[in-house]
């Protein structure tokens, strides 16, 4: 078995969001980045950080109209960074796949 296999995709986004990276949407994309086996690195200037931590997102500071670079290397890279792209794309929406969170 090889891990030829692997690829690498990445793709520029802009953070469209008011409240910029804060902690509910860092979350919400460690959250999707950790479904994926791929690595996943967001860098934002100069700066590459684990796309899997929150904390090293929320280093970023990444506020509204920040661009930055989202990149995966891995057998799904392509899945992660479409999902990825999505999220941010949509602003980070509320619901997360946690059920219907409206009382019963």
Do not use: C
């Not at 509910?24 to 994926?36: E, I, M």
């Not at 690195?41 to 989202?70: F, W, Y």
Request: proline share 4%; no cysteine.
């Amino acid at each position: 078995m090889s891990e030829m296999s692997d690829q690498f995709r990445s793709t520029t986004v802009t953070i469209s969001n008011p409240q910029g990276l804060h902690m509910r949407p860092a979350y919400l994309f460690v959250s999707t980045a950790s479904k994926f086996e791929s690595k996943i690195e967001v860098v934002k200037d100069d700066i590459r950080i684990d796309g899997k931590s929150v904390l090293d997102i929320l280093t970023l500071g990444a506020t509204q109209g920040t661009q930055v670079s989202v990149e995966a290397t891995g057998v799904d890279a392509q899945l992660a960074i479409l999902a990825l792209e999505e999220l941010v794309v949509s602003g980070f929406p509320a619901t997360v796949d946690s059920g219907d969170a409206s009382p019963g």
